[in-house]
């Protein structure tokens, strides 16, 4: 019972602290893709603490130095940078970027931490990616789902194409669908080109294939790019942590501690009790 007690606590703490993600940061997730052109949501200071933030450009594909510089899709500078696009390296492997969800996670722990994914079915089954996230997924709050940065996606809000230029349909595909066929890549700008392509080749254009996933450290092919790099990057690295360890090793290194935490969460929770 007293054990129970002291587990359920302990879990309660899980949840309040940050060191314990990363046996949350690994498990099987839904794929997608998407494109934007407007400031990714991990690129404001407030979503992690790095060691250098992701790069955001303005439309002269200029970088933009301040961080907190207002999104293009409200009327400011900051848009997307066209580096940030997926590359095979051979036919088995792709970098990539990625909005993320991750259920049980904050956006503070996954973004620009990277996954090595591994895709499960559809016709890229056994392919894999390292992605580093540089978006948060919020039409999903549910399930996990990278949603992969892929020039060539439905064109949230034509943005890109008032970013760019161009004729709304003929560039980056009917509204909310995307291109159809590999041809239309000719359309989009020349500096996204490649990418799209990417999705046709490399990608097999496959319809939402499911992958596992799993953080790595950021390879630097990929933070060379993006710009971004968390403070845990490396440390996460050498020191691998999973929850019930880590719970252990409270719970032997450290009873008391354990005990005067469990009294002060019941005095600060005392709803906990309905649990029980
Ligand atoms: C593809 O590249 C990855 C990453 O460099 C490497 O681990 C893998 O062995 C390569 N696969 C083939 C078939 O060359
Ligand atoms: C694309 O769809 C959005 C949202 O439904 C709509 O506001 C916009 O006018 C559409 N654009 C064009 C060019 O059809
Ligand atoms: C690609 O899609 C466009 C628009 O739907 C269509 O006009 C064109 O014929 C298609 N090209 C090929 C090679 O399928
Ligand atoms: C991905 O998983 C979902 C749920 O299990 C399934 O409905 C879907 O068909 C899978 N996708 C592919 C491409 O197999």
């Known amino acids: 019972m007293v054990a129970t007690l002291l587990s359920s606590l302990l879990l309660g703490i899980n949840f309040l602290t940050t060191s314990t993600s990363a046996a949350i940061l690994s498990g099987e997730s839904f794929t997608s893709m998407y494109y934007d052109c407007c400031k990714p949501a991990c690129a404001w200071p407030t979503q992690g603490k790095f060691i250098s933030g992701l790069k955001t450009c303005d439309v002269n594909d200029q970088y933009v130095l301040d961080d907190t510089a207002g999104n293009y899709c409200g009327g400011g ?30 956006s503070t722990e996954w ?17 894999k990616m390292i992605v580093q996230g540089i978006n948060v997924n919020y039409n999903e709050d549910q399930i996990n789902w990278f949603s992969l ?9 034509s943005q890109c194409q008032e ?43 496959v319809k939402g ?44 290194t450290s009873p008391l501690l354990v005990f005067t935490i469990a009294v002060l969460l019941f005095l600060s929770f005392p709803q906990v009790l309905d649990l029980f």
Do not use: H, M
């Open 77 to 106: 500078p900051a848009s997307s940078c066209i580096e940030q696009t997926p590359w095979a390296v051979n036919d088995s492997f792709s970098f990539g970027y990625a909005s993320i969800f991750i259920r049980g996670a904050d």
């Open 111 to 127: 973004c620009c931490s990277c996954y090595e994914l591994e895709f499960v079915d559809s016709d890229i089954k056994g392919k």
């Open 149 to 157: 940065t892929v020039p060539g996606q439905a064109d949230w809000r």
């Open 163 to 205: 970013r760019f230029g161009g004729t709304f349909g003929e560039f980056f595909g009917a509204n909310s669908t995307g291109l159809t066929n590999v041809t239309q890549c000719d359309n989009v700008p020349v500096s996204l080109q490649a990418a799209c392509k990417w999705r046709y080749t490399w990608y097999q254009n």
């Open 209 to 252: 294939p499911n992958a596992t996933f799993s953080r790595v450290q950021c390879p630097a092919e990929l933070t060379k790019v993006s710009g971004c790099l968390r403070e845990d990057d490396r440390i996460f690295n050498s020191t691998p942590s999973t929850a019930a360890p880590l719970l252990q090793t409270y719970a032997a």
